[in-house]
Structure formats: C-alpha cells, structure tokens
C-alpha cells in the first residue's frame, strides 16, 4: 500500500509556471505508475501524464504535451510535474494517483488504486 500527498500547488499569472510535486510512502514508486490528473469544475477528472515505474517511459495528453514534464526523483520517492506555459484552462485540482498497471491503459481512472488529496492550481491575471 501506498500513500500520496501532492504539493506545490498556488495561483500562477498566464505564462507562468509551477512545479507540482507527488511525495509517496508506504512503498517505493518503482512498483508503480505514477500519473497526475486534474479536475477542473463541473468536469471531469482528466489524466494529463503519468510515469512508469519500471523504465520511466513518460506519456502525456495532448492539452500538456510540450507545456509538462514529468519526471521522478528515486531517491526521493516522489513524482513531479513541473509545469510551463500555463494557461487560463490549467486551473483545476491536481490529484497524483498510483497504478499496479503502470502506465497501461493511464487516461482511465479505474486503473488506480491510490490517489492524493489533491492541490489546487489557480492561472488568472
């Protein structure tokens, strides 16, 4: 079992950036993929990257790609997500979830059996 807590979220201007960061115990993350999700809302919750634990093969969604990068620290046991570009349509919840399937199917929730509580990021002028 495996408990994450996400950090660093904050309110950003356009064009600004973040660094989110996934700090996990109870386990080491090799054992898992990692991914970031975020809930803007009245949306749904939307995966925007996750991180394999096995080769740390990395996956984005096309609303990220090129603006995030995910990245893991072993020594550390933490996942981030640093953030760049960010636009007014970034503003949601960001949660960190954990997968036994890796990166395997990530954009469905349902392949996660351990989620965060979540940080919020706010972009506006």
């Known amino acids: 079992q495996v408990q994450l807590v996400e950090s660093g979220g904050g309110l950003v201007q356009p064009g600004g950036s973040l660094r989110l960061s996934c700090a996990a115990s109870g386990s080491t993350l090799d054992y898992y993929g990692i991914a970031w999700f975020r809930q803007a809302p009245g949306r749904e919750r939307e995966a925007i990257s996750c991180?394999?634990?096995?080769?740390?093969?990395?996956f984005y969604a096309d609303s990220v790609k090129g603006r995030f990068l995910i990245s893991r620290d072993n020594g550390a046991n933490t996942v981030q997500l640093q953030m760049n570009s960010l636009k007014a349509e970034d503003t949601a919840v960001y949660f960190c979830a954990a997968s036994y399937y890796h990166c395997l199917g990530y954009e469905s929730i349902d392949r996660y059996d351990y989620w965060g509580q979540g940080t919020q990021v706010n972009v506006s002028s």
């Open positions: 991180i394999k634990g096995s080769d740390g093969s990395t």
